[in-house]
């Protein structure tokens, strides 16, 4: 089968699983298929299984290497991604280890897709009630504000359930917890810590953070400077245009003066150049340092 007509296949049964499922359900469909991800490539003892809304789901585990042992960081890639996403995000899980953390990256919640919507051939000629108040040259939005609500409540529910469990994989690492979430879900982290939806971490890492929802995202800088926690704001280049809309308000709302409070950090590089993986690591590992020589491990 050509690539072409396989496309199109796949644009129609989109169309129609939309249609039939409706988008809790297609969530839970896209979600299922990325929980099934294959593994075992990874040492078997690296590979754990948390349970969501039923299914397992997996989450990378690797201890900590060396004399250091500062405590756990969980890695939450962004939306749909692997939890050994290609990149700086399984760089990080991978080269954290030696510098005194143990890496727990977990699978993030799935983007939900936009729906497609057909027309049947004898419809077209057909008069219809006018049901769309949008101008000519306004583009049309790809879900409702309700459906929008419903579709970052699901992310949420689906990443609130995953890190509930965490405690009991990372019990044998003792020490402070670092979470570091990327894109979308770094907003979605920001959320819930914004509504106590989540236990506090010790240091929040946050890579080019944004939502795809412009209310939502008009709302990530006041959010992310009210949570009480030391915050490392990394913002690349090539971060999405939401992300970069925000940085400087993200900066600007911070506590100022407050070194083991907020630090941004702008890299010079794209993310997509293994360059710039070295220095994010290095910008965490001594943001970490930092906070460590303020408030040392008990």
Same mark, same amino acid.
């Given at each position: 089968?050509?690539?072409?007509?396989?496309?199109?296949?796949?644009?129609?049964?989109?169309?129609?699983?939309?249609?039939?499922?409706?988008?809790?359900?297609?969530?839970?469909?896209?979600?299922?298929?990325?929980?099934?991800?294959?593994?075992?490539?990874?040492?078997?003892?690296?590979?754990?299984?948390?349970?969501?809304?039923?299914?397992?789901?997996?989450?990378?585990?690797?201890?900590?290497?060396?004399?250091?042992?500062?405590?756990?960081?969980?890695?939450?890639?962004?939306?749909?991604?692997?939890?050994?996403?290609?990149?700086?995000?399984?760089? +990080?899980? *991978? !080269?954290?280890?030696?510098?005194?953390? #143990?890496?727990? &990256?977990?699978?993030?919640?799935? $983007?939900?897709?936009? =729906?497609?919507?057909?027309?049947?051939?004898?419809?077209?000629?057909?008069?219809?009630?006018?049901?769309?108040?949008?101008?000519?040259?306004?583009?049309?939005?790809?879900?409702?504000?309700?459906?929008?609500?419903?579709?970052?409540?699901?992310?949420?529910?689906?990443?609130?359930?995953?890190?509930?469990?965490?405690?009991?994989?990372?019990?044998?690492?003792?020490?402070?917890?670092?979470?570091?979430?990327?894109?979308?879900?770094?907003?979605?982290?920001?959320?819930?810590?914004?509504?106590?939806?989540?236990?506090?971490?010790?240091?929040?890492?946050?890579?080019?953070?944004?939502?795809?929802?412009?209310?939502?995202?008009?709302?990530?800088?006041?959010?992310?400077?009210?949570?009480?926690?030391?915050? +490392?704001? *990394? !913002?690349?280049?090539?971060?999405?245009? #939401?992300?970069? &809309?925000?940085?400087?308000?993200? $900066?600007?709302?911070? =506590?100022?003066?407050?070194?083991?409070?907020?630090?941004?950090?702008?890299?010079?590089?794209?993310?997509?150049?293994?360059?710039?993986?070295?220095?994010?690591?290095?910008?965490?590992?001594?943001?970490?340092?930092?906070?460590?020589?303020?408030?040392?491990?008990?």
């Amino acid at each position: 089968m050509k690539f072409s007509a396989f496309l199109s296949q796949l644009v129609v049964f989109s169309c129609f699983a939309y249609t039939l499922l409706g988008p809790h359900h297609l969530f839970a469909a896209e979600q299922k298929m990325l929980s099934i991800a294959d593994y075992r490539y990874l040492p078997a003892n690296e590979v754990k299984q948390l349970q969501v809304d039923g299914k397992q789901v997996p989450a990378l585990l690797r201890p900590w290497l060396g004399k250091k042992q500062y405590g756990l960081a969980i890695i939450v890639p962004d939306l749909s991604a692997r939890a050994d996403a290609a990149g700086v995000t399984n760089y +990080l899980r *991978l !080269q954290l280890n030696q510098l005194g953390w #143990a890496t727990l &990256a977990i699978t993030p919640p799935s $983007l939900e897709t936009p =729906p497609y919507f057909a027309t049947r051939a004898d419809d077209i000629n057909q008069a219809g009630e006018q049901n769309n108040s949008q101008l000519a040259n306004q583009e049309t939005p790809d879900f409702s504000a309700q459906q929008l609500a419903d579709i970052q409540q699901q992310q949420q529910t689906f990443l609130q359930t995953s890190m509930t469990q965490l405690d009991s994989l990372g019990k044998e690492f003792s020490g402070k917890r670092m979470l570091i979430a990327f894109g979308e879900s770094a907003n979605l982290v920001i959320e819930l810590l914004d509504k106590q939806g989540l236990p506090a971490p010790d240091i929040l890492v946050v890579i080019n953070p944004y939502s795809d929802i412009d209310s939502v995202n008009a709302q990530l800088a006041p959010k992310l400077a009210q949570l009480p926690m030391p915050i +490392l704001d *990394l !913002q690349s280049k090539d971060g999405s245009a #939401a992300s970069i &809309a925000t940085q400087s308000q993200r $900066l600007t709302l911070a =506590p100022a003066n407050a070194p083991t409070r907020y630090s941004q950090q702008v890299l010079a590089l794209d993310l997509s150049l293994k360059v710039t993986w070295d220095n994010t690591l290095k910008l965490i590992a001594g943001f970490a340092q930092r906070i460590n020589k303020a408030y040392p491990n008990g």
